[in-house]
């Protein structure tokens, strides 16, 4: 029912609806970039990244109530927080949007 690593996941379940309008915004948004920079192949894989890991945590959210996070990655004492393929594709896109945003232009003025 919560975001990322359970935040609000004890609320009272008004952030189900909180957290699908806040997807549904983001992919507009990420829509409306990606229409504009359709000639920057790199860019767009970061948005689309981005757009479908939204859209496929929003589909859980609205069907099941709730994000499924089934990849568990542990070794010995470590832990990771569990995870699903949305949000791997999330954290992709959103390293290749830093990386362009951060480096890519700098690369290609030198």
Do not use: Y
């Not at 952030?15 to 948004?29: C, E, K, T, Y």
């Amino acid at each position: 029912p919560g975001a990322a690593f359970s935040f609000l996941a004890d609320a009272s379940g008004w952030q189900r609806w909180f957290f699908s309008i806040v997807a549904m915004i983001a992919v507009v948004l990420l829509l409306v970039m990606l229409f504009r920079n359709t000639k920057d192949r790199f860019l767009s894989l970061g948005f689309v990244l981005v757009l479908a890991g939204a859209i496929g945590n929003l589909i859980d959210r609205i069907m099941l109530g709730a994000v499924v996070d089934f990849i568990l990655i542990h070794w010995r004492d470590f832990r990771w927080p569990a995870f699903n393929v949305a949000d791997s594709c999330i954290t992709i896109g959103a390293g290749i949007l830093l990386f362009d945003g951060l480096f890519r232009k700098r690369i290609e003025r030198a």
